[in-house]
Each structure stands twice: as structure tokens, then as C-alpha cells.
């Protein structure tokens, strides 16, 4: 209680100045991001542009031959390599997200005690592996099983970098979308369960809806991790430039003809041109994703 | 239109026994409850009897037991860690404790929150969120219960047009006769509420008290409340509970009349103390 008359206190003049000095701080920070993402794009850009005014813009995309270091007639067709991307990446999510999901539902809603601190656990460990790590899994030990399951010749392939690109993915999601599903207030448990709703009735009625938002920046960031990856799939897809007919085909991807062909030109050739619009078109693919998904959010909200 | 008075006079009783023979059963019984949070035990031993078909006021100030209580009976406590009951409730003579499917017993027991928790979901799925857990698929059936059940809860002709947006939209007011309509929606056979009108405003507080009254004749109801004056309108008989140990329980005549039969029933009805 106030029992003692209370003497208003005045502000120093230095914590006035320090205030202003904290917030501006913080507003480069917030700031720094956007800063941080066009540079990039500006600096990739500045690389390969010298290159745009040459090139044609509908055979850099849609042809699938590419040959760059040939002597004669280098050509620069990254259409099997966009789709070699893009294949390897929705196998993937078509593995990884209902796994992923899945498990991030069973560790916040169905598990509790020792068991989920474990699960936890080693999740975290599972996105703690180099992706390194993870193509030499898939050169020794999946490419073998790969072969011997569905015995088609070749074990390094779309299949088994798509396993691979899965299983990386796979931590990411349950650790985010458990996040999400943690944020839903337990009110909303409790009023569901009171009536009369069993916990599988709760969580697809209820829990999934709530937590939406969340759930999809999970998926979003899996397939972000998927798209970008590079060592994993250099090593595990078997790196040939064709568009794949079956799963079991060896496909190449944007990401790893940029590390495997980067050090080999000189500064400034064509070919370096071309790798850094790879880069640039490698950007605007994860871009239009996001963007796309920041809609559907949104159109979910507006309901 | 018939008034139950029961208790003191035996006419009374044999009156209403006469017009309805389900009247005298009781619907809840509850025997020896105990009940403890993490070894601190908050209801010590109580037992009473809920009769069928009647509103049953629970009054008393916080901490006295009373939302504990309500949760012991659809077993909603379960959800609280380290919530541990003791004795014995019975629902239609069965108990609860024992029963397996106790999602049915939680379609039985509808229940109202004093702080009203819309579902993410829209307005009409609030509603019909009990019934399709039940498994009910029929459109026309569920569009009919939806509408009857918002009429009940005065809460129709305010979002008639608007079936489909968000029930977390609404205001607060709203929300908590979403709530009660969205118990009433899985039919039960009682009613427990708690503390519905905190945020309700006085004129729909009394439209909803009408409907309770229109109610009991299909179920029995239980009503808790802080304000003494809706347990004395709206309920048959009253409890008055005091720190999870029954003060007294009787007849709505003897609890708030001048003399009760215990003396600090009258100081807290009378706002004396507490």
C-alpha cells in the first residue's frame, strides 16, 4: 500500500534518449530482413544480367538440352532441370507431409510424459544431420534397397532422393506444425471433448481447422527445406538431364547443377551467367510459392 | 400452468407424482464426493440428489467447489492433471465412473462455460459440431435442430444471415448463447450451467431464463450461479455451497425464506457476508 506520500518520479533526460535509441534499433532489425532478401537477389542478379540481353527466354526455360561447355554449340535449356526440381520436390511432399503431419498430430495430441519428451528428442536429432550425411545414406544404403525392392537398374534416382529430401523435411514439419497445434487454447479441447466429441472427432474437427495457419507454414517450410536442398540430392538423384518418365528415373535438379558446375567455370563466361539466372530463377520459384500460400491463407481467413 | 412446489407438502408431491409418475426419480445421484487437486482436496464428502425434471440451484461464493463439481459429472475433471475423485455419482442410477462409453455420457450431460469458448468454426458447424460427432449426416435433419436450438438460445434471429461465418466472431454475448445453444444441440437430458449470464445482458438473460423454464419439462437442469436472485427465480430446490462442503440444500420456500435452516443461508442470501 501506498501509506507514504508518494513522490512523483521524474524521467532522466539519458533514459529518454536511450528510449528512442532502443526503438530505432529495433526497426533496422525488422527492416534488416527485407534489406537482407533483395541484396541477395540484387547481387545473383547482377552476376548473371549481363547474360538476359542474349538470352532466349523461351528456350532457357522450356528445352530440356543442355549442354553448356560444348565447344561449337553450347545450348542452355534448364527445362528438364525445373522439372527434375520440381518432380523430385512434390514426391517428396507427397511422402513427407502426411508423415509429417501425422506425427506432429500423435506428438502433441496422443502422447504425453517420457514417451513425448523421447519423440521430441530425437525428432530434433533427425533435423540435426548434414545433408551430407544424408546423400551418403542414399549412395550406400537406400540406393541397394531401392534396387533390390522394386528392381529396376539403378538405385540413385528420384525415388531415393525424394526418401531422402522426405526425411529432412519430415523433422522440420512436426516441430512446427506440434508448435501450432500447441497454440490451440486447451479450451477448445476441453468444450469439444465435453461434447461428446472422441479425440479423433476433436482433432480432425476442431484442432486441424484452429491450427491451419500454422500446419501450412509447417508444409511450407518442409518444402522450402526440399526445394533448397542441395548436397542430399547431388548425390541421391543420379544427376542425368532428362525429364523422368517413371519415378525411377535419375533426374537432376536446379540446386545441385549450380554446386556441381559452379567451380568448374571461369568468372564471367556464359556458363557462369547462366548458373547465377539459375540462382535467380531457383529464388523466384520459392517466391511464388510463398506467395501462393500467403494467399490461400489469407482466402482461408476472409471465410 | 402447473407450479411444483414439493417438498413440505405431501399433497403437493402426490399431486405431481399423479400428473407424471418420472417426476420423484432421481436423475443424479451423488454419494460420499471427494474430490482432490494434487492432494488438496477442494470437495470434502459431499452427497445429494438431482431430481429428474427439476432446476437445481447451485449457489455460493468462489472457490466453494461448484464448477470442480459440474465437471465431476460428465468427467470433463479428467482432463485436469492430478484431479483425483472420490465416491460415487450416478446418472440414472448408473455410475459414471464405471461407464465405458463416456463420450454417450458426455452427449447426455450438456454443459455451459461462464467463459463462452466458440469452436473455430463457423456458426452453424458450432452448433451441429455434438450431433455429426454422434453421427448424425442428415442436411435436413441437422439444418432443422441447428434453428431449433438457436431459437432456444435467443441467438437465431440475430445471426440468421449469417450461419456461415466465424462463432469466434461474435461478441461475447453472443458466444455464450452459442454455447448454450450448442449444448442443447446433442439433446441432453441435463443441463448444467454455469454461470451463463455474466455476460449476457439483463433483457436476453431473462429471455434464456424463459427458455429454461420451457425446458425443464424435457430435462433437468443445474444451475449454477453467483447471482442468488436467478437461483431463486429460476430453481425448484437450491444449494449453497461453501468452501466443497454442502451449507444446506432445500426447497427454494425454506432457503430464502426468512429462516433457513442455516443461519449463514440467510447471511449470504441476504448479502450479510461472502
Not at chain 1, 128 to 147: D, E, K, R, Y
Not at chain 1, 288 to 298: G, H, P
Not at chain 2, 34 to 41: D, H, N, S, T, V
Not at chain 2, 186 to 199: G, K, T
Request: charge should be positive.
Amino acid at each position: 500500500m501506498l501509506a507514504e506520500p508518494h513522490r512523483r518520479v521524474k524521467r532522466r533526460p539519458f533514459e529518454l534518449v536511450s528510449e528512442k535509441l532502443i526503438e530505432a534499433l529495433i526497426c533496422v532489425c525488422g527492416f534488416s530482413a527485407i534489406i537482407f532478401v533483395f541484396s541477395i537477389f540484387f547481387f545473383v542478379l547482377r552476376e548473371g544480367a549481363p547474360f538476359l540481353s542474349r538470352l532466349q527466354m523461351g528456350e532457357f526455360l522450356f528445352s530440356t538440352e543442355w549442354f553448356p561447355t560444348s565447344q561449337t554449340q553450347p545450348k542452355f535449356g534448364v527445362g528438364a532441370l525445373v522439372v527434375g526440381t520440381l518432380s523430385v520436390t512434390i514426391l517428396a511432399m507427397i511422402i513427407a507431409v502426411p508423415f509429417g503431419l501425422g506425427a506432429a498430430v500423435f506428438v502433441s495430441e496422443f502422447c504425453a510424459g517420457k514417451a513425448k519428451e523421447t519423440l521430441k528428442v530425437v525428432i530434433e536429432l533427425l533435423a540435426a544431420i548434414p545433408s551430407v550425411v544424408w546423400g551418403f545414406i542414399g549412395l550406400t544404403v537406400m540406393s541397394p534397397i531401392v534396387i533390390n525392392t522394386f528392381h529396376v537398374p539403378i538405385g540413385i534416382n528420384m525415388f531415393n532422393g525424394a526418401i531422402l529430401l522426405a526425411l529432412m523435411s519430415v523433422p522440420i514439419m512436426v516441430s512446427i506444425g506440434e508448435d501450432a497445434l500447441k497454440a490451440v487454447p486447451d479450451s477448445y479441447r476441453e468444450a469439444a471433448l465435453a461434447l461428446g466429441a472422441t479425440k479423433w472427432q476433436l482433432v480432425y474437427r476442431v484442432l486441424l481447422p484452429a491450427a491451419k495457419n500454422g500446419l501450412l507454414a509447417a508444409v511450407l517450410l518442409g518444402v522450402g527445406r526440399a526445394i533448397g536442398e542441395t548436397m542430399a540430392v547431388l548425390m541421391a538423384t543420379g544427376h542425368s538431364v532428362r525429364i523422368p518418365k517413371t519415378i525411377f528415373d535419375p533426374v537432376r535438379t536446379l540446386t545441385a547443377t549450380i554446386a556441381a558446375e559452379l567451380g568448374e567455370t571461369s568468372k564471367g563466361s556464359d556458363h557462369y551467367q547462366v548458373l547465377f539466372l539459375i540462382g535467380v530463377l531457383l529464388f523466384t520459384i520459392t517466391f511464388v510459392v510463398n506467395l501462393s500460400a500467403d494467399l490461400v491463407i489469407k482466402g482461408i481467413r476472409k471465410k | 400452468m402447473l407450479t411444483f412446489v414439493r417438498g413440505k407438502n405431501g399433497d403437493d408431491t402426490e399431486l405431481i407424482s399423479n400428473l407424471d409418475p418420472m417426476r420423484e426419480t432421481k436423475k443424479i445421484e451423488i454419494e460420499n464426493l471427494r474430490l482432490a487437486y494434487g492432494g488438496k482436496e477442494v470437495i470434502h464428502g459431499i452427497s445429494f440428489d438431482v431430481r429428474a425434471n427439476e432446476i437445481f440451484g447451485i449457489i455460493g461464493p468462489a472457490q466453494s467447489g461448484k464448477t470442480s463439481l459440474l465437471r465431476c459429472i460428465n468427467r470433463t475433471i479428467e482432463f485436469t492433471a492430478g484431479a483425483k475423485v472420490q465416491g460415487m455419482i450416478k446418472v440414472d442410477g448408473q455410475d459414471v465412473s464405471r461407464m465405458k462409453n463416456v463420450y454417450e455420457l458426455r452427449r447426455q450431460v450438456g454443459m455451459v462455460a461462464p467463459l463462452p469458448v466458440g469452436l473455430p468454426l463457423s456458426i452453424y458447424d458450432n452448433v451441429a459440431f455434438a450431433p455429426r460427432a454422434a453421427g448424425m449426416r442428415n442436411k435436413h435433419h441437422l439444418d432443422a435442430l441447428v434453428e431449433k436450438c438457436l431459437r432456444q438460445a435467443a441467438l437465431w434471429d440475430e445471426v440468421t444471415d449469417r450461419l456461415d461465418s466465424l462463432g469466434t466472431r461474435l461478441s461475447g454475448g453472443q458466444q455464450q448463447r452459442l454455447t448454450i445453444a450448442r449444448a442443447l444441440s446433442h439433446q441432453p437430458e441435463i443441463l448444467c450451467l454455469d454461470e451463463f449470464s455474466i455476460a449476457i445482458d439483463p433483457v436476453t438473460t431473462m429471455r434464456i431464463e424463459d427458455v429454461l423454464k420451457e425446458l425443464r419439462k424435457e430435462m433437468t437442469i443445474i444451475l449454477v450461479t453467483n447471482l442468488v436472485q436467478q437461483a431463486r427465480r429460476l430453481a425448484d430446490r437450491t444449494m449453497f455451497l461453501w468452501n466443497g462442503e454442502i451449507i444446506e440444500l432445500d426447497s427454494n420456500e425454506v432457503m430464502f425464506s426468512d429462516n433457513p435452516r442455516n443461519r449463514k443461508t440467510y447471511e449470504y442470501v441476504n448479502g450479510i457476508f461472502g
